[in-house]
């Protein structure tokens, strides 16, 4: 059973940057796609950006494209966002989840999340 826990969340002031980590554990995050996501109060979970498990495609919500990058460490079994020039419409918990085959953005597809990690974005 693939276990995820995400880390780095933050308070951050605006123009900041943050790392977000997601830690596979019980099997190899390489056979999963990944996708971040993203919940503010009151709203919808959303797709922020996604990664695929085969070819490493890498997908981008436009809100993020430019400032967000996704990666892995295949080695540390761990999926990363590195956020740059944060906004404070970027605060919400975020979320990694994982899914077989291609990435989404639709987090019903997903089979497995994490607790979320909190990104505080304000002066």
């Known amino acids: 059973q693939l276990q995820l826990v995400e880390s780095g969340g933050g308070l951050v002031q605006p123009g900041g940057s943050l790392r977000l980590s997601c830690a596979g554990s019980?099997?190899?995050?390489?056979?999963?796609?990944i996708g971040w996501f993203r919940q503010a109060p009151g709203k919808e979970r959303e797709g922020v950006s996604c990664?695929?498990?085969?070819?490493?495609?890498?997908f981008y919500a436009d809100s993020v494209k430019g400032r967000f990058t996704i990666s892995r460490e295949n080695g540390k079994n761990t999926v990363y966002l590195q956020m740059n020039s944060l906004k404070p419409e970027d605060t919400g918990v975020y979320f990694c989840g994982a899914k077989y085959f291609r990435p989404s953005y639709d987090p019903g597809e997903y089979d497995y999340w994490g607790q979320g990690t909190q990104v505080t974005v304000s002066s």
């Open positions: 990664i695929g498990g085969s070819d490493g495609s890498t």
């Open positions: 019980g099997n190899s995050l390489d056979y999963y796609a």
